[in-house]
């Protein structure tokens, strides 16, 4: 087949940590035979080497080079309020990214059109992939939903959207539940959790990279990973650090709560390193350098959570013991004291708990990163999720058909 993917963010270069799970699948949809390309706003910092499986296409929406801020992660602001710029560029990507597709679907034959996140990028394009009869699958990722469900105009888009797709994606089923309240058909929904790479063995731990963490010797290292806003639970996280004992927690990523989070950690003495955000490539070794991994996503002030975060997959996929929230799609991968450990979310003392427990009880830690692995390898290996997107695109299809 051949696909033609529409996304707002994107891995710039090899290692960014801009969405690396949108590369990811269309890397794995691409190994199993498929022509896949991918088309996303300009950004100068867009550098995609040549002789890749996945062919990048970017369009030209800015006047000036400063003023491409749209997508990469830079549109929500703590990823609950769209930028005042946002408002301003978004004529322009509008009728710059209608007319790259435009162009893309009068020059080649798609099998399928998928677009990532109903809004903006299902909403702007759907008219166009329809008029051109070729089929439409809608990925939803979580803010794109929130951002509907707070804003009448943004959901009659998502809406619209989400009905004309012959089939509609979610990372969990709590995501799918809430796309079928926007209006997405019940039965052209499916929920597809992300994947993770099962073929390459857990890194080793090194202690240099311990040491860049910010661990202690003889300490027990926990590691957070993700974008420092809100919904991550990086708050409460740091209030549970207070209290524990032996244990240095890990904070790597970046993000519009670095300075609070500075200064909680200083105000309340915690043992907590703010290590800034570590490129793609490196994070294997840094989950390897760990012994328990914290993912302690709460629901925001404003709403908005986490639908499944990738990295809850990539530490069960290194074998590290996890310490997650029971929220949005996380239970859906996670049972607890089975292959991971689940506390209530913002919920300080038992996150405390937990994290204690497992820094104390080396055999426990051993059992539950063992059957976390076990259980990513079994389920969430990219093939797997690339054949469940070939399902979609598939029947999708079918339903053009008929």
């Given amino acids: 087949m051949n696909v033609l993917m529409v996304s707002s963010s994107y891995p710039k270069f090899p290692g960014d940590v801009t969405a690396p799970f949108i590369e990811s699948i269309a890397r794995a949809v691409a190994a199993r035979g498929h022509e896949v390309e991918v088309l996303v706003p300009h950004h100068p910092d867009l550098r995609r080497p040549p002789g890749e499986p996945v062919r990048v296409v970017s369009y030209e929406y800015a006047p000036r080079e400063g003023w491409s801020l749209w997508g990469y992660a830079q549109s929500l602001h703590a990823d609950v309020r769209l930028r ?184 309340l003495g915690a043992p907590v390193s703010l290590v800034g955000p570590i490129e793609h490539t490196e994070v294997p070794a840094a989950l390897a350098a760990s012994d328990v991994v914290a993912v302690p996503s709460v629901v925001d002030h404003a709403g908005n959570v986490d639908g499944l975060p990738n990295v809850l997959l990539e530490a069960m996929a290194a074998g590290r013991a996890v310490v997650a929230s029971r929220v949005a799609g ?37 059992r539950l990163g063992a059957a976390a692995r076990a259980t990513v390898v079994a389920r969430h290996g990219w093939d797997a999720v690339a054949a469940r997107f070939e399902e979609c695109y598939a029947e999708a299809s079918a339903l053009d058909a008929r």
């Fill in 84 to 267: 005042p710029a946002v408002y301003l560029l978004a004529p322009l990507v509008a009728l710059s990214l209608r007319r790259a597709l435009g162009a893309l679907v009068s020059e080649r034959r798609y099998d399928v059109v998928h677009a990532h996140w109903v809004v903006p990028n299902a909403a702007l394009v759907v008219d166009i992939v329809r008029a051109h009869r070729v089929p439409f699958v809608v990925s939803v990722h979580g803010s794109d939903v929130f951002l509907a469900e707070r804003s009448r105009a943004a959901g009659a888009l998502a809406a619209a959207a989400l009905e004309a797709a012959g089939r509609v994606t979610a990372c969990s089923e709590d995501l799918r539940r809430r796309a079928v309240a926007l209006g997405a058909p019940e039965a052209r929904t499916r929920t597809v959790p992300y994947g993770v790479d099962t073929a390459a063995a857990p890194a080793r731990p090194c202690a240099a990279m311990r040491e860049r963490l910010g661990a202690p010797p003889g300490a027990r290292l926990v590691l957070a990973l993700g974008r420092l806003v809100e919904k991550k639970g990086l708050g409460p996280l740091v209030q549970a650090a207070a209290g524990l004992r032996g244990v240095h927690v890990a904070i790597a990523g970046a993000g519009d709560l670095r300075e609070p989070l500075r200064r909680q950690v200083e105000e």
């Fill in 330 to 366: 996380i239970p859906d991968v996670v049972h607890d004291g089975a292959n991971g450990v689940l506390v209530p979310p913002g919920d300080v003392a038992a996150l405390r708990a937990a994290l204690q427990r497992l820094a104390d009880d080396e055999a426990l830690r051993s």
